[in-house]
């Protein structure tokens, strides 16, 4: 004789299952998933279902929970029944919008990146990093943030392009900056692409 197994409260990594039975006789229930004995619950004689909670499972996977009836005085199997069960998935994290400088950055002009605007930019490629899933060089982070009232340094400069750079962009970063030399639009737009590409 089949089972009915129900299951409730899926979530990404869990689910309970419960089966109803007759509750004639005393009775175990053995409980599977994916053919390997998860949990033994015995029933008194009168009691009419059994459940079963599964933790720890990975998001997005379907599984097969069966459950094995056994009967007491003397010991027989009675029945059993099995289903599916999908776990939710994982939700998609949400990529970030694109960056765009709010001065003007472009060749021939000179460029006025404030320290906020800079480290804003430091942001949304931390963003990005949380997004793919990258964790950063805090050295590389340390660098590469600016100050209020000072000039940026190749250093920070060449920070920004390493950090950028593991995000594995697909429009590859701008040449190192050496130092001494001026930092130009053509360097500064292309962290903004590089960092654009990322998907």
Same mark, same amino acid.
């Given at each position: 004789? $089949?089972?009915?197994?129900?299951?409730?409260?899926?979530?990404?990594? &869990?689910?309970?299952?419960?089966?109803?039975?007759?509750?004639?006789?005393?009775?175990?229930?053995?409980?599977? *998933?994916?053919?390997?004995?998860?949990?033994?619950?015995?029933?008194?004689?009168?009691?009419?279902?059994?459940?079963?909670?599964?933790?720890? *499972?990975?998001?997005?996977?379907?599984?097969?929970?069966?459950? +094995?009836?056994?009967?007491?005085?003397?010991?027989?199997? *009675?029945?059993?029944?099995?289903?599916?069960?999908?776990?939710?998935? #994982?939700?998609?994290?949400?990529?970030?919008?694109?960056? &765009?400088?709010? &001065?003007?950055?472009? $060749?021939?002009? +000179?460029?006025?990146?404030?320290?906020?605007?800079?480290?804003?930019?430091?942001?949304?490629?931390? #963003?990005? @990093?949380?997004?793919?899933?990258?964790?950063?060089?805090?050295?590389?982070? &340390?660098? @590469?943030? @600016?100050?209020?009232?000072?000039?940026?340094?190749?250093?920070?400069?060449? +920070?920004?392009?390493? *950090?950028?750079?593991?995000l594995s962009p697909r429009v590859g970063v701008p040449y190192a900056v050496s130092a001494g030399d001026a930092i130009t639009a053509s360097f500064i737009n292309g962290l903004k692409d590089a960092l654009n590409s990322v998907w």
């Amino acid at each position: 004789m $089949a089972l009915s197994v129900t299951v409730s409260s899926i979530t990404k990594t &869990s689910f309970r299952a419960r089966v109803q039975t007759s509750g004639a006789v005393p009775m175990q229930h053995n409980w599977y *998933l994916d053919g390997a004995l998860c949990d033994t619950v015995q029933t008194a004689e009168g009691e009419m279902s059994s459940s079963c909670s599964f933790s720890g *499972l990975d998001p997005g996977t379907t599984y097969d929970v069966m459950v +094995a009836v056994y009967a007491f005085n003397p010991w027989r199997y *009675l029945a059993r029944g099995s289903r599916s069960v999908t776990t939710e998935e #994982e939700p998609r994290p949400v990529r970030p919008n694109d960056w &765009s400088w709010w &001065s003007a950055v472009s $060749a021939g002009r +000179a460029m006025k990146l404030t320290a906020s605007e800079w480290n804003a930019f430091l942001s949304r490629v931390q #963003e990005f @990093a949380d997004y793919k899933g990258v964790s950063l060089s805090s050295s590389s982070l &340390s660098s @590469a943030i @600016a100050a209020r009232g000072t000039t940026m340094r190749a250093s920070q400069a060449n +920070a920004a392009r390493s *950090l950028v750079n593991q995000l594995s962009p697909r429009v590859g970063v701008p040449y190192a900056v050496s130092a001494g030399d001026a930092i130009t639009a053509s360097f500064i737009n292309g962290l903004k692409d590089a960092l654009n590409s990322v998907w």
